[in-house]
């Protein structure tokens, strides 16, 4: 049986690129260099965790961390 009632984390890994936006709404084939985005102070991989005082909480916790980030334009 897992060991669903001990403490969990999650990691989530993000990879970060930034591409121009075309007139027609498209993106260009090109994205920032790691360069351009450390010259802006941000990093090509960003990383965050999350804790559960059990795997349920920390699934939880973990869904609502990912429901903050949901972008709709």
């Known amino acids: 049986m897992p060991d669903v009632n001990f403490p969990h984390y999650a990691?989530?890994?993000f990879f970060i690129d930034v591409f121009h936006?075309?007139?027609d709404?498209?993106?260009s084939?090109?994205?920032l260099t790691s360069a351009d985005?450390?010259?802006e102070g941000v990093a090509e991989k960003a990383?965050?965790?999350v804790e559960g005082f059990t795997r349920?909480?920390?699934i939880k916790k973990l869904k609502e961390s990912l429901a903050k980030l949901k972008y709709d334009e």
């Open 25 to 27: 709404g498209s993106l």
């Open 21 to 23: 936006k075309m007139s």
């Open 56 to 58: 349920a909480d920390c």
């Open 11 to 13: 990691q989530i890994t």
């Open 47 to 49: 990383i965050f965790g």
């Open 37 to 39: 985005l450390e010259s």
């Open 29 to 31: 084939p090109n994205k």
